[in-house]
C-alpha cells in the first residue's frame, strides 16, 4: 500500500497528476488533495478521476511497474 496525492493544480498541459507520497515530484502540501491508500497508480488514477475528470498518473512515480501486473491479473480473470 501506498498513499496517494491529486494534485490541485493542473501541470503545463492541463491535466492533475497523482503522487504517491514519496514521489520527488509531489507538489506543495497546500497544492495536493490527499485521495488515500492504493496498491497502485492505477486505482488511485480511478478514484481521482471521480473528482477530476482529467486525472492522470505522474510518469515518475505512478506508472512504473503497475501495468504488467494489472493486465496478467485481468487475462487470468477472463477465461
Ligand atoms: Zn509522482
Do not use: W
Request: proline letters at 4%.
Amino acid at each position: 500500500m501506498k498513499f496517494f496525492y491529486l494534485s490541485s493544480k493542473p501541470n503545463k498541459v492541463g491535466h492533475f497528476e497523482i503522487h504517491d507520497k514519496e514521489c520527488e515530484l509531489i507538489p506543495d502540501s497546500l497544492e495536493r488533495d490527499y485521495l488515500g491508500p492504493f496498491n497502485n497508480g492505477r486505482e488511485a488514477l480511478r478514484k481521482a478521476q471521480l473528482m477530476k475528470s482529467n486525472a492522470v498518473c505522474c510518469e515518475n512515480c505512478c506508472l512504473t511497474n503497475s501495468q504488467t501486473v494489472f493486465i496478467t491479473a485481468k487475462s487470468e480473470e477472463a477465461q
